[in-house]
């Protein structure tokens, strides 16, 4: 059986484990037009804010250990055409320029994503960096001890952790996001508020609700926006992705913005072609839809699955809650499922509870109070999201969460599930009953 994987960062080389793990006697050809793979790119801004004692390790996988398996490594090689439904690929060798043409049996479509680049006036300027891969990441390191002043654009996961990064190493920072509120589609407002503050404390300026109109200057980058106007030694656009899929239009089914959707394992509508990753929609179980959802753990495990369900349909995708959680000026965020903002621009009604408790009993020497918003259907009770944040380290909960909507559990069942009692951790009552307990009084 040929097999050709086209792209490797995670669900690339997770997809191509899995495959010869399988089917060890299986030829399998990988394309990826950089020189590296399985770069962990969430580690950025822990690396420029000088978090990671190796940035090696920020590998978790290499060309040469997928070729211990037996893969075909054909790094910095691009796939420029490809008929999916012959599988006939087109490839051009990045560093000789030569071109060649393979048949293949079977197609698995990992080619990621890209950072959005909006058509903004002076968007080339060299002082304008992107944050995306190792490439993006060694420049932005290599420049940090120079850089006095940075722009960062975007408040979501990456943005945010880049502009604590450099506030916590005395750089002037200014946060711009076209949103009201910081981490505003993570989370609902009265969390983002919280980490708002954070950043003023720590002399962040914010410059929420303004749109980026264009980009001037040459020692240092102007950013003009429809409000205001901010100078710094560079700016950093993070204002999401879109699915690397061009090459692919009108040959597979796909969602509006180009994610490819699958099947539940994870074949596309060709059939023998399978897609996994940022290339890829998701099956969103929050709204029991496909949806558009970059993250690293979802491309893995699609990866997984593909390797499993290759030759045979074995195991189906269960789905995703989106879970995550980030750390920031030592206070920690996590959530997973809808907020109420996700619910409204999803077309969906849902009730919500607000709490806020000591993580542990008063009588221990010190607590903290962990603020909490649940989600749930009005209608079914069913769990439909959850999020918290605290300066004790509660990222466990988003975990407990996404068991509950994955499970289809509701507010009645996540109120009384067995949970420990210890009072170095929590209350005897935990504070994931007790918000769910709070939503079934409200209910009634």
Known sequence: MKVAVIGCTHAGTFATQATLTAHPDWDVTVYETHDNLSFLSCGIALWVGGHVSDPKKMFYSSPEMLAQLGAHMKMQHTVFKADLKEKVLHVKNLVTSEETIEKFDKIIVTTGSSPVIPPIEGIDNPNVKLCKNWEHANELKKSAPDVKSVIVIGSGYIGAELAEAYATTDKKVTLIDALSHALGKNFDPNISEIVEQDYRDHGVQLALSEKVVSFSGTDQVTVKTDKNEYTADLAILCVGFRPNTGLFKDQVEMLGNGAITTDEYMQTSVKGVYAAGDSAAVYYNPTQKADYIPLATNAVRQGLLIGRNIETPTEKYMGTQATSAVELFGRTYSGSGL??????????????????????????????????NLTWDPKTRQVLGGSFTSQYDIAQAANVISMAIQTKMTIDQLAMVDMFFQPNYDQPLNYVNAIAMKAVAESH
């Open 339 to 372: 907020t109420v903002e996700g619910a409204k621009v999803r077309g969906m009604a849902v009730a919500t509870t607000t709490l806020t408790e000591d993580y542990r009993p008063d009588f221990m020497p010190s607590t903290t109070p962990v603020l909490m």
